[in-house]
Structures are given as structure tokens and as C-alpha cells.
């Protein structure tokens, strides 16, 4: 479930690149220049979440973003940040700018944001942006009008005397009303509707927001697809399980998993009601 949170927020790390650009800087005047490939950002095994080049305040730098839904297990994150840091600067030779987003309401609350240590003439400083979302007026980053913070507002600060629910509702009406495409609303519903369930129940969205509303988005029709991938796969090895021995499924089993055309999967479900023998299902399943 975390990776769903992380794959749904470094999309919006990518769509709504300005905005949270700004949001992260506490700056207006930021230009994002260009998106630097994470997958070439690998650094001793870890992959950073968000790396871009930015212009601000006319000089070009790079902005770092790490997406944190609990606090960091199995490395101290300053750790992290270091191995990042040392890195970005040594590859790219600009200042970067390098934050940390936690999302759970208990998650970073002993992050300083720094690693310092001077001895003997040597001195190293660590200084990093540490954003816990629990700590931010939810109210002002609503006034910001900025499209692509509305799905982070569910886990803010709701204004005082304010129930979540309530809150949620504000959250998701304030998104309704954004001045954005319907595929771009969707985007953002079905984003607010996932981010939320990190604290609320996830049944108040699906009171709050209407299905259809969603069904433009690229994220719900991806959900979607995975959905039935997952669903086809399930019903093709239960139909080839009443058919033939478990070694033997238990042998095809990769192969039909790592399909991912939704045409086929339905296809060879079919094959596997209709095949006399497992020769035949497989002499499809290998075309």
C-alpha cells in the first residue's frame, strides 16, 4: 500500500512540478527546467523520489524532494540525504536544495533536518528541509490556489474547532472547484481521495466524492486496469487448477503473470476453458 501512496505523489511531482516547486521553496518566482531522470539518480542502492533542475532567483540549482509516509527504517534519513546530496552536487556542480515530505502525522517528528560534525580542521554540515504535513495551516495552503497542493490539504492542520470530517469536505469541494481540466480534476480526486485515506477512513471519500468524477483520470482508469489484470489472472489459473496438477500451473504461473495486455490475458482465459490438454493452452500462452 505505501507504494501506491509513492507512485501516485511522484506523479504529482512530475504534473504539478511548479507547484509543489514553489510550495517546497516557499518561493513564487521558481522555474522548473527540467525533470532529471530518477532512474539515473541511483546512489548506493536507493533511488531519490524527486530530482529536477530549477532556475530561482537567477541562478539554476537542483531541487531534491524525498516522500516519506513514516519515519525512515532502515537507514537514519539524514544518512540518506547525505549520500544524495554528495552525489547531486558532485554530478551536476549547482547548489541543491533537498527536502524531505513526511505524510503520516507521526512520521518525522524527531528529524532536525541536519548532520553536523567538526574535529581537528575538519568540518562537514548537513542542512536539509524537513516538511511535516500535519504541521501546515491547511487553510492558507488552500488559499494558495495552487491546483497541485490539493491533495496533500486532507493531511494538514484543519483550522481550529474544525472536525476532520469537515475538513475533508472543505479539502475536496476546494478541489471540485479548482479551474483545472475534468481529467485533471480527476487526477486530483482520485489523489486526494488515496492521500486522505492515510488518516481518515477511506469510506468518507467515497462519500464525499462522486465516482464519476474520477473516471477521467489517468490514475483511477491505471487502478482500473490493474484491477482487472489482477482479477483475469486470478480466474485463469483457477480454471487451469481444476484442470491440471498444481506442478503443473505452479510451472506456468510466472508467464501468465508477467503479461500485461489485458486483450490477451482475455484470450488465453478462454484458452484455458476450452483447451483438451495443457500442450495446447501453452502452445498459446508461448505465441
Known amino acids: 500500500m505505501a507504494q501506491n501512496y509513492d507512485n501516485m505523489a511522484k506523479d504529482l511531482l512530475t504534473d504539478f512540478a511548479v507547484d509543489i516547486s514553489q510550495f517546497v521553496l516557499g518561493v ?115 488559499e494558495m490556489n495552487a491546483p497541485g497542493i490539493l491533495p496533500f490539504t486532507p493531511l494538514m492542520k484543519p483550522p481550529e474547532g474544525m472536525g476532520i470530517e469537515q475538513w475533508a469536505k472543505e479539502c475536496v469541494d476546494a478541489t471540485i472547484d479548482a479551474p483545472v481540466d475534468q481529467q485533471t480534476r480527476g487526477d486530483l480526486l482520485y489523489a486526494i481521495s488515496l492521500f486522505g485515506s492515510i488518516i481518515h477512513n477511506s469510506e468518507l471519500y467515497e462519500i464525499l466524492i462522486q465516482e464519476e468524477l474520477m473516471q477521467e483520470s489517468k490514475f483511477y482508469q491505471r487502478q482500473s486496469e490493474k484491477i482487472i ?50 500442450e495446447t493452452f501453452t502452445q498459446m500462452l508461448n505465441k
Open 28 to 142: 513564487n518566482d521558481v522555474e522548473v527546467l527540467e525533470n532529471i531522470d530518477t532512474e539515473q539518480q541511483i546512489i548506493i542502492g536507493q533511488r531519490t523520489d524527486s530530482t529536477k533542475r530549477i532556475r530561482v532567483d537567477n541562478r539554476e540549482a537542483i531541487l531534491h524532494i524525498e516522500l516519506q509516509l513514516r519515519d525512515s527504517t532502515h537507514k537514519p534519513m539524514w544518512a540518506r540525504n547525505a549520500a544524495y546530496q554528495g552525489y547531486l552536487v558532485g554530478r551536476h556542480e549547482i547548489p541543491v536544495y533537498s527536502n524531505v515530505i513526511y505524510f503520516h502525522p507521526n512520521a518525522g517528528r524527531n528529524d532536525t533536518g541536519k548532520f553536523e560534525y567538526s574535529w581537528h580542521g575538519y568540518k562537514y554540515t548537513l542542512h536539509y528541509k524537513v516538511i511535516r504535513l500535519f504541521d501546515i495551516d491547511g487553510q492558507a495552503a488552500l
Open 229 to 278: 489484470r489482477e482479477t483475469t489472472i486470478k480466474h485463469i489459473l483457477a480454471v487451469l487448477n481444476t484442470k491440471y496438477s498444481d506442478d503443473i500451473v505452479r510451472a506456468i504461473t510466472p508467464m501468465i503473470q508477467n503479461i500485461n495486455d489485458l486483450q490477451r490475458l482475455d484470450d488465453l482465459h478462454t484458452a484455458a476453458a476450452k483447451a483438451q490438454n495443457i
